[in-house]
């Protein structure tokens, strides 16, 4: 295989057209072009509110939605491959999910992790370019019952939705405090609908108790992670190079640039099945760097679009979420009354605002190189020009930088700086 270079970046939560003689966009249109495999993920549904797409009573945060020309844009400004589920992936339901797959297919980008069934959504996407074939498989973990695509029977279709991979959450107590939840348990009726108690876990409701060291610890789910090791499989034996987009919400306790104990759990077993690289987004920040197996893991790549507070239209459940306001009020009053409050989903906090792009190369399936290049997202300009990358500032890429050194040394990952870019020492 000859030299591949594939750039990575966070969640794009784009909502507004490019303006494509920006000096700063062209700047990271650079960046980006640079590389044979330009990657992103898509972090809103693409339609034009038809008649059919109606919006869901819960949504991922905000009900994102951008027109079909975004696409467009976003592939002038170099992607050629894109994640595409998440948590705001069913925001305008089942046809809003549809649409957005229409859209894609028209504008001809390769996306991969929704579909129309759950086949469609869990199979791998393949990129061609002159360096060689690239697979894409895609996951989420973040979202609601209904996202989940449903596979297809003989007999009746399947459903649109996500690739998703499950998880468990177990609390561990003491003995005493095991006894003390028993009592309560029965007690009442709160595990009228389940078996209390099956393999030492023991069920309070909905959540899971054992006895051990104080605690929380997350683990995936069995079949999930199989059926995606499938894919990773048969991407493996079908391209040069397999990716594995994973988009996570969860974190360890409250600190959102921790992991989830399944977060890393499940990156080692998509580059033991034969991924080249796993690109982790989702928590709204940068996670460390970590090399495995002489594979890079990017544990969160934060955001490199973060648009929220331009969304022009919101059903009626945004403006009761989000301070109760009239049938009068627009979005813009919404975003007003999280602004006065602090800022509710993430808008008021500059790490969200700050992201890389990283950039790695791969020759005869052997890691050449992984870069680091620091990118900011305007948070303290005007609303109507925040949450848009340019390359950051001196002052501001050395900070990233450092940030990301820290990051990455928990996995045992040296980064050097030098003239603004992060290098990766490897081997």
């Known amino acids: 295989m000859n030299r591949m270079s ?22 990271i249109r650079e960046v980006l072009m640079k590389s044979d495999v330009r990657f992103t993920n898509l972090e809103t549904s693409i339609h034009n509110y038809e008649h059919d797409v109606y919006p869901s009573k819960h949504s991922g945060g905000d009900w994102i939605a951008a027109p079909p020309s975004v696409l467009s844009d976003m592939a002038w400004l170099g992607f050629n491959l894109l994640g595409a589920p998440n948590n705001h992936s ?88 095991m006894q003390s939840l028993k009592v309560v348990a029965n007690a009442t ?39 995606i090791e499938r894919a990773i499989k048969e991407a493996k034996r ?43 987004h989702g928590p709204h920040v940068m996670r460390g760097i970590e090399i495995y197996k002489e594979r890079p893991i990017f544990h969160g790549l934060g955001d490199f679009f973060y648009q929220c507070e ?11 979420k989000f301070g109760k306001l009239s049938s009068e009020s627009c979005t813009a009053d919404g975003y007003d009354f999280r602004i006065a409050s602090g800022g509710l989903l993430g808008e008021t906090n500059p790490q969200c605002f700050e992201s890389f792009i990283g950039v790695f190369d791969f020759a005869d399936d052997k890691l050449q190189s992984v ?46 700086i030098r003239e603004g870019t992060g290098f990766i020492k490897l081997g």
Request: aromatic share 8%; charged share 30%.
């Open 189 to 227: 009726e709160i595990n009228k609908r389940v078996k209390n108690e099956q393999d030492g876990i023991f069920n309070f409701g909905e959540h899971l108790f054992e006895v051990g060291e104080s605690g929380t610890y997350t683990r995936m789910d069995g079949d999930d992670a199989k059926r």
């Open 238 to 280: 079908q391209a040069d190079i397999v990716l594995i987009s994973g988009h996570s919400h969860e974190m360890k306790g409250k600190d959102k640039q921790r992991l989830a104990d399944f977060q890393r759990e499940f990156a080692y077993l998509c580059i033991d099945a034969g991924a080249h690289a796993y690109i982790g």
């Open 310 to 320: 331009l969304i022009e239209k919101a059903p009626v459940e945004f403006y009761e």
């Open 371 to 416: 870069a680091i290049h620091p990118v900011t997202l305007g948070f303290n300009q005007p609303r109507s020009r925040k949450g848009v990358p340019e390359y950051a500032s001196p002052e501001d890429g050395e900070r990233i930088l450092k940030e990301m050194q820290d990051l990455s040394a928990e996995f045992g990952t040296t980064i050097e």
């Open 90 to 177: 069913m925001d305008w339901s089942h046809n809003g999910l549809v649409r957005t797959m229409e859209n894609l297919e028209r504008e001809g980008i390769v996306y991969a992790g929704i579909g129309r069934n759950l086949s469609e959504a869990s199979r791998p996407r393949y990129l061609e370019t002159a360096k060689g074939r690239v697979a894409l498989v895609a996951v989420n973990t973040t979202f609601r019952d209904w996202h989940p695509a449903g596979e297809q029977r003989r007999d009746f279709i399947g459903r649109p939705g996500i690739n998703a991979l499950h998880f468990t959450t177990v609390h561990r107590i003491s003995e005493e405090e």
């Open 6 to 27: 594939i750039a990575v970046t966070g969640d794009s939560l784009t909502v507004t057209r490019l303006p494509k003689d920006d000096p700063k966009l062209l700047k």
